[in-house]
């Protein structure tokens, strides 16, 4: 049995497809942070699953939480190296990290995936 905080209750509560709904209900929302902590135990859960680790991944980014964002974008890129969002996410949260020679690599990728072509 693993320890949740009181009031982590609300967080895990209901099924994965009730967690996913209210994952992206807070999202929309603009809720970044409560919508990552909702998609943190569901990824824990169904971590095959891209959807769910794609959406933490752009909660974090958008809270500022770029370690968390990179963590989650580099497996989804090492389990599909052609999921083209996932690219231009990384190469995005790279850059606004101040790496921006490695981000250079993935938004390239991206952009070849996506058909542009840069001259960069």
């Known amino acids: ?28 929302a603009k809720e970044y ?5 909702v998609l943190s135990g569901l990824v824990e859960e169904v971590p095959e699953q891209t959807g769910p680790r794609l959406l933490l991944a752009r909660a ?3 809270s500022a939480q770029l370690r968390g964002a990179e963590r989650e974008l580099r497996i989804i890129v090492e389990r ?7 690219r231009l996410m990384l190469g995005r949260t790279l850059e606004r990290q101040g790496r921006a020679e490695e981000a250079r690599s993935h938004l390239r ?8 072509f840069w001259d960069a």
């Open 1 to 28: 049995m693993t320890y949740s905080a009181p009031g982590d209750a609300y967080y895990t509560h209901g099924t994965p497809a009730e967690r996913w709904e209210r994952a992206q209900m807070f999202f929309e």
């Open 33 to 37: 942070t409560v919508a990552a902590r």
């Open 60 to 62: 974090y980014y958008h």
């Open 80 to 86: 599909d190296p052609v999921e083209y969002y996932a």
């Open 109 to 116: 990728v991206a952009a070849a995936l996506a058909g542009d």
